[in-house]
């Protein structure tokens, strides 16, 4: 079975443009996150979306949205890109969204803006 | 907010030797996760600990979670150069994750 599966990979914006990064989750998978990771830190949290809707947002300004689709795959978008979003963008997706499920994560889509 | 302390931030050392990696919190979480990440690749979940105290083992890595659900660590023995790496530390709040900065483990042959 896949696991989760992102694209793209690796992409180059400009400050200013905006972006779209596609998630497909585990199969039977109903819940998918969002973590943005910068170079030397941890993983933070961004979204949380199960069954279509918003569960969860972490500290992140309204240029970030989300959302879910019918078959559980999902999109980040960022508006207006600043070079401080520059990171690695990490989708996870779980059975459902209790803190009991585990949560596995996609290879990432390193977003690089010039 | 919740709060997830690593340490060391970094550690180099020879094959063969042991080590240890803390992760440390004010917060009491329901769980806590340890991840092993490579260089462009996502964390890879190694263990959950879900029990105040609970010890697991896997191979030759050993996880504690401390009593108060507040703290743990990740024991290594005779580290091999295959465990480099970046170990992160997550403790389960609500339906989110909150992560440790990391700790990255570098084994020389």
């Known amino acids: 079975d896949a696991g989760v599966t992102q694209s793209p990979t690796h992409l180059i914006k400009t400050r200013g443009q905006q972006v779209t990064l596609r998630c497909s989750p585990i199969s039977g998978h109903k819940s998918v996150s969002w973590y943005q990771q910068v170079l030397g830190q941890g993983p933070q949290f961004i979204f949380q979306?199960?069954?279509?809707?918003?569960?969860g947002r972490g500290n992140f300004p309204d240029r970030f949205s989300a959302r879910q689709f019918p078959n559980y795959s999902s999109e980040l978008n960022v508006n207006a890109l600043l070079l401080g979003d520059s990171a690695l963008y990490l989708c996870?997706?779980?059975?459902?969204?209790?803190?009991?499920?585990?949560?596995?994560f996609g290879e990432g889509s390193w977003l690089t803006v010039v | 907010t919740q709060l997830l302390e690593q340490s060391p931030q970094f550690l180099s050392i020879q094959e063969g030797e042991n080590l240890t990696v803390y992760c440390n919190s004010s917060?009491?979480?329901?769980?806590l996760q340890w991840y092993r990440q490579e260089p462009g690749e996502g964390p890879v979940l190694l263990v959950t600990?879900?029990?105040?105290?609970e010890v697991k083992k896997l191979k030759r890595l050993t996880f504690q979670f401390g009593d108060a659900r507040k703290d743990s660590s990740l024991h290594i023995t005779a580290a091999q150069p295959g465990d480099t790496g970046l170990y992160l530390c997550a403790g389960a709040g609500g339906n989110k994750l909150v992560f440790g900065a990391g700790t990255i483990l570098r084994v020389k042959s």
């Open positions: 979306y199960y069954e279509k809707e918003e569960r």
């Open positions: 917060s009491v979480f329901s769980s």
């Open positions: 600990v879900v029990t105040g105290g």
């Open positions: 996870a997706s779980s059975l459902a969204v209790s803190s009991g499920n585990t949560i596995y």
